[in-house]
Nanobody, 125 residues
Framework: VQLQASGGGWVQAGGSLRLSCAASGRPFSKHDMGWFRQAPGKEREFVAGLRWSGSRTYLPDDSVKGRLTISRDTAKNTVYLQMNSLKPEDTAVYYC??????????????????WGQGTQVTVSS
């Protein structure tokens, strides 16, 4: 399985970006997917997850509430993360990953087995 993340870049505060994660090697229509981010000097943290059933989970933090949307295009084998009203604190490398079917949690980093290479998001104030 290979995951290719893209769509990152530089944006001013208040702007939007849509990250893409293209999967190859196996169709992910029956697999849960997640987006994580890692800011400089910080641990990688869960941002958003999408179960194959369609249910979504987001970082339970008011700082991202309502600003992120995770979605999937099964025909393209691609998962997206739409980010609106971006803030400087959103600056990080964003990673997509597939959850190991044997794992229970959608939000725990250790639940994921395949990772993309990451895409940098930089938000200036």
């Amino acid at each position: 399985v290979q995951l290719q993340a893209s769509g990152g870049g530089w944006v001013q505060a208040g702007g939007s970006l849509r990250l893409s994660c293209a999967a190859s090697g196996r169709p992910f229509s029956k697999h849960d997917m997640g987006w994580f981010r890692q800011a400089p000097g910080k641990e990688r943290e869960f941002v958003a997850g999408l179960r194959w059933s369609g249910s979504r989970t987001y970082l339970p933090d008011d700082s991202v509430k309502g600003r992120l949307t995770i979605s999937r295009d099964t025909a393209k084998n691609t998962v997206y993360l739409q980010m609106n009203s971006l803030k400087p604190e959103d600056t990080a490398v964003y990673y997509c990953a597939t959850r190991n079917p044997r794992a229970q949690s959608l939000t725990v980093l250790a639940s994921y087995d395949y990772w993309g290479q990451g895409t940098q998001v930089t938000v200036s104030s």
